[in-house]
């Protein structure tokens, strides 16, 4: 590439493309940028890269924390906070917020938000954290927290880093295990979400529930 960073330096990130921001942060020329983006396969591959991968990529270790730093700031702009109160009367809005806090986790994980008569948050907590293919979730984990703050409704998320979107059989399988459990203590699951890096899958927008 014929740009350097004397070239891009003025123009505003949001001009820039990610090669051109990738050569900011890393005080890198344009086309080093761009080998790095092509060895770990754009944006989101290089969001995943461990320090070790991104030192054997010859990423000094203070560029590589700069990296990391920078990327991890740039993912809590976007996530909202779930505050204790708020009304989630809002399908699309769960979804939404739930899509910023864990599309771009590297390991599976379970989060539950309970939920009282009128929709408002009463807790929000992590009941399993996985691998990258699955995670491991016993009932009591999700359900206990949401006795102990007498919610009434739930509703489950987690995420597949491999960017899938579409439920496993293990997923629904979990789907049906945690609704007959609800039932039974009478806390309604009102939706289990699936989170990926490219979008969401709700099985109760899609009548799975």
Do not use: C
């Amino acid at each position: 590439m014929s740009l350097d960073l004397t070239t891009i330096a003025p123009h505003p990130p949001t001009e820039l493309g990610d090669i051109e921001l990738l050569a900011l942060a890393l005080d890198r020329s344009v086309s080093s940028a761009a080998t790095l983006m092509s060895r770990f396969g754009g944006v989101y591959g290089l969001a995943r890269a461990s320090l070790d991968e991104l030192a054997r990529a010859r990423v000094p270790p203070r560029r590589a924390h700069q990296l990391h730093a920078a990327l991890e700031l740039g993912r809590r702009t976007i996530v909202e906070p779930l505050q204790r109160g708020v009304a989630l009367t809002d399908a699309a809005q769960a979804e939404r917020l739930m899509w910023s806090r864990l599309a771009a986790r590297d390991q599976e994980e379970l989060h539950v938000i309970g939920l009282d008569v009128r929709q408002r948050i009463v807790v929000e907590f992590t009941a399993a954290i996985g691998g990258v293919a699955e995670v491991q979730i016993d009932p009591r984990d999700v359900f206990r927290p949401l006795l102990q703050e007498n919610a009434h409704a739930a509703i489950v998320v987690h995420n597949h880093p491999s960017g899938a979107i579409s439920p496993s059989e293990s997923d629904v399988e979990l789907t049906h295990k945690l609704g007959a459990a609800g039932d039974v203590i009478g806390i309604k699951l009102l939706d289990h979400i699936i989170v990926a890096r490219d979008g969401v899958y709700s099985f109760a927008r899609h009548g799975r529930m």
